[in-house]
């Protein structure tokens, strides 16, 4: 019996993600997009659903974030060793690139659910004997290099992973693609079954489309047309060669360049947004497909802290399994011990500030989280945009504020808000704390999440397509404040589950106004004056958990999927 022999004997799905966070010890993710495809995987696993996870092994990481003394990131590469972690396989299939044979291997990585189950994940990786010194290095850094590197990165993860999926003796019933990175999987399934050239009949294509579109599914992440990979075709003729004919190619992936949205969508029988919203914006942006939505989850276990876990196991004890159990959250779990169960999460939150910065913060006061990717549109300064306003706030109820995310180091705006923010934190030392975790990673937000009191989420509409951090802080009990976009438009009733900041639509002006207005009148009173509305603050906790947490998580998500994806 191999290593294998427990995962090929039946016929699975193949999730395919550029990145996926299988734990904090291993930088195989960026972000959110690797932290859900992590989350899918882990409740593939609890609910028993028969997948196998396709990435790269990127042995480089993403990177480490140092912040120099003037607030500036610095990158360090984030060097992990599989062995450590995950198994060598035997199979190795090679793939053509700039016209020489690119040999693939992969490492098995097991994930184990919190309920017993079990799913394989794949880490491709190309630093192989066989290959020249450029090449072993395709596997190497997440989402770095120029644009022939990540084509390179992106032939290895689509057409080398149906490859090695077949060498390995998997039997798939779907393909399901995490974005558009690995749409060239569906260029390998096209050659795959290709017409005998005698069955064909002129002006007919000579692949067998709609075998393939029945097998693919396709979820895309990404609400503004900018945002989606493309190649041109010279590039993708130099170093793709020829997979497909290129007059098949431009029909499928568009004219001037190869779109690699507008492949996934045309080979793909089902596709989804990743919100209501997003869904809505995705139909318009790509007219003449069907755009499903099904709304993001995150994983209930891995992102419920310690002291909400031991309180959700008491009082609703197969919460984990099925987590709209926990929409019984304000009749079963008395609101004395949520708010013990907070205080304990907020300390552990304040303990690993002073271990990691020095500073002191307090446990009775309001403390606001922000934390995600450092990239304009999150608007992370948005926040401190009128200081003299913010520190008035302040003098009349205290607020401290954690920060902590990264900058793609090609991102020379995302870099920069973070150097302004540590400039702003700067004046406004002494009236408000405001502090900057470096590096930030799984331990790092699912200390967030869980010690904040209040989540904090400022994007620029409709960019959001999703965001889950503020579901994970729902599991905590932790309300969110955030622009209404992406899943906070279906998870937000005002004053019950979080609040909003503004509307649907509005400028960083107004939503600055809007954001200071509903803190300063509303969140802060209600977080301070309980004599005037007793146990009003966790009344808002328990409508996170109850009608946030119960629906926003990934065994909702993935229960969708099966039903309406992978099974028809």
């Known amino acids: 019996m191999t290593m294998l022999d427990e995962f090929t004997h039946e016929p699975r799905v193949a999730y395919f993600s550029m990145e996926i966070a299988l734990r904090n010890e291993i930088p195989t993710y960026s972000g959110g997009l690797g932290v859900l495809a992590g989350d899918t995987v882990r409740s593939a696993a609890d609910l028993v659903l028969p997948l196998v996870a396709v990435s790269l092994v990127s042995r480089a990481g993403y990177f480490r974030q140092e912040i120099d003394a003037q607030g500036r990131q610095v990158e360090h590469p984030a060097m992990w060793e599989p062995q450590g972690w995950a198994q060598p396989l035997d199979a190795k299939i090679a793939v053509s690139i700039e016209g020489r044979a690119v040999w693939v291997g992969a490492w098995l990585y097991v994930l184990d659910g919190y309920l017993g189950g079990r799913q394989p994940v794949l880490l491709l990786d190309t630093d192989l004997d066989e290959n020249r010194p450029e090449d072993r290095e395709i596997t190497h850094t997440l989402y770095g290099g120029d ?18 999926l077949q060498a390995l003796g998997f039997r798939i019933r779907q393909y399901h693609m995490n974005e558009g990175h690995s749409a060239l999987l569906g260029l390998e399934l096209l050659r795959r079954y290709a017409y005998p050239p005698g069955e064909l009949r002129p002006g ?25 990979d493309r190649f041109p075709y010279a590039l993708v003729q130099r170093v793709l060669g020829n997979v497909v004919d290129l007059a098949t190619l431009k029909h499928l992936a568009g004219e001037d360049s190869l779109n690699m949205t507008r492949l996934a969508l045309n080979l793909s029988e089902y596709v ?15 007219p003449g497909y069907q755009v499903h939505a099904v709304t993001n989850g995150v994983h209930p276990y891995i992102w419920t802290s310690e002291p ?63 934390a995600r990717r450092m990239t304009a549109y999150k608007r992370p300064d948005l926040l401190f945009a009128d200081l003299e306003r913010l520190k008035a706030i302040a003098r009349q109820r205290a607020i401290q504020i954690v920060l902590a995310g990264k900058a793609h180091p090609r991102d020379e705006g995302g870099k920069r808000l973070i150097e302004q923010l540590h400039g702003q934190a700067r004046a406004l030392e002494g009236i408000v704390p405001v502090v900057y975790l470096p590096d930030y990673d799984m331990e ?9 009191d209040i989540w904090l989420n400022t994007p620029l509409r409709p960019q959001e397509a999703s965001g889950t951090s503020g579901m994970k802080a729902a599991f905590n009990g932790v309300p969110s404040l955030s622009i209404l976009d992406g899943w906070w438009i279906e998870g937000c009733i005002e004053g019950v589950t979080g609040w909003a900041i503004g509307n649907a639509t509005g400028t960083d002006d107004g939503d ?15 977080f301070y004056d309980n004599q005037h509305v007793p146990d009003g603050w966790i009344r808002v906790m328990q409508g996170a958990i109850s009608k946030n947490a119960s629906y926003f998580n990934s065994h909702r998500m993935m229960r969708r999927y099966a039903a309406e994806a992978y099974i028809r």
């Not at 489309?209 to 029945?214: K, M």
């Not at 989804?272 to 790509?286: D, L, P, W």
């Not at 790092?444 to 904040?452: E, M």
Request: hydrophobic letters at 40%; a negative charge.
């Open 444 to 452: 790092t937000a699912q200390a967030l999440v869980a010690g904040a």
């Open 272 to 286: 989804n947004g990743v919100a209501k919203r997003h869904a809505e914006i995705s139909n318009t942006m790509f």
């Open 147 to 164: 644009e022939t590197y990540r084509l390179k990165q992106e032939i290895v993860l689509g057409i080398g992973g149906v490859r090695l």
């Open 308 to 370: 909400f876990r031991k309180l959700y196991d008491h009082y609703l004890p197969s919460w984990c399994h099925e987590p709209e159990q926990l929409m019984r959250t304000d009749c079963c779990i008395p609101a004395t011990d949520i708010e013990e169960a907070h205080a304990k999460a907020k300390q552990a939150l304040i303990e690993r500030v002073l271990a990691r910065t020095g500073i002191s913060l307090n446990p009775d006061v309001a403390t606001l989280g922000f």
């Open 204 to 228: 007919e294509t000579p692949y067998d489309l709609p075998r393939v579109r029945e097998q693919c599914n396709f979820t895309t992440h990404t609400p503004v047309e900018a945002g989606h």
């Open 512 to 526: 600055a106004r809007a954001l200071y207005d509903k803190l300063e009148q509303v969140v802060l009173p209600l």
